[in-house]
């Protein structure tokens, strides 16, 4: 059984240019959450969708920054115009639709972007 | 609002040793624990939670926490590490009216096993 599946592992982008991050849930997973790691501190979560809906994106930047998981194929997060400050690990979870207290959440590996 | 703090950023011990990694947190109303563990480049696993009941829990990998209600701290202890505990932990909140994802980290704190 397949984890959460992130791609890819590491990102290079210039300042300016699109990054797209792509997440495959687990399996019967339907609950995606991003979450992002800058260097030397925490995650900080930024958004919660499910199937075809954003339920949370409280944590999402205003500008630059958007989240969609559609009905078929994985979660993306596209952040455009990128700046040497969205340098981070990004990290994807899943969760199955029952409570998810009750049920951890799936870290995948994150992808690890880098803005020269 | 909630917040968490590690009050170690890192943690060096001799392999065979007694750990404890501290965490404190506020919230103003109650919430679930949890300790994640993140090996190198890796995503984080799930040590342990609490979510109500006996305050001492019991994880993976042999590691256990006791919650404190009047401290507000969900400290994590090992009686006896190895290498292979080399890692970064993490603790983390998360409000009971919230959705069960949607967590608070703290900073993390780097466990260096020596041998």
């Known amino acids: 059984n397949a984890g959460v599946m992130q791609n890819p592992r590491h990102l290079v982008r210039r300042r300016g240019q699109e990054a797209r991050l792509r997440c495959s849930p687990m399996k019967g997973h339907s609950h995606v959450y991003w979450y992002r790691q800058l260097p030397e501190e925490g995650l900080k979560f930024m958004v919660y969708l499910q199937k075809e809906n954003i339920i949370d994106e409280s944590g999402m930047p205003k500008e630059r920054f958007s989240a969609e998981f559609p009905k078929e194929g994985p979660s993306i997060l596209r952040i455009q115009q990128v700046v040497r400050g969205d340098s981070a690990a990004y990290f994807c979870?899943?969760?199955?639709?029952?409570?998810?207290?009750?049920?951890?959440?799936?870290f995948g590996n994150g992808t690890r972007l880098t803005v020269t | 609002a909630q917040s968490v703090t590690q009050l170690d950023s890192q943690v060096p011990v001799f392999e065979e040793a007694p750990v404890e990694l501290r965490c404190n947190y506020s919230s103003s109303v109650s919430v679930y624990l949890f300790w994640y563990v993140q090996y190198p480049n890796q995503g984080l696993q799930l040590l342990l939670k609490y979510l109500s009941g006996s305050t001492l829990v019991k994880g993976i990998n042999g590691f256990e926490a006791e919650f404190n209600k009047s401290q507000t701290s969900f400290h994590l202890r090992k009686p006896s590490v190895h290498i292979s505990d080399t890692a970064e932990y993490f603790c983390?909140?998360?409000?009971?009216?919230?959705?069960?994802?949607?967590?608070?980290f703290g900073q993390g704190t780097e466990l260096s096993v020596k041998p």
């Open positions: 983390a909140v998360s409000p009971l009216y919230n959705q069960g994802g949607k967590l608070i």
């Open positions: 979870a899943s969760s199955p639709e029952v409570s998810s207290y009750n049920s951890p959440l799936h």
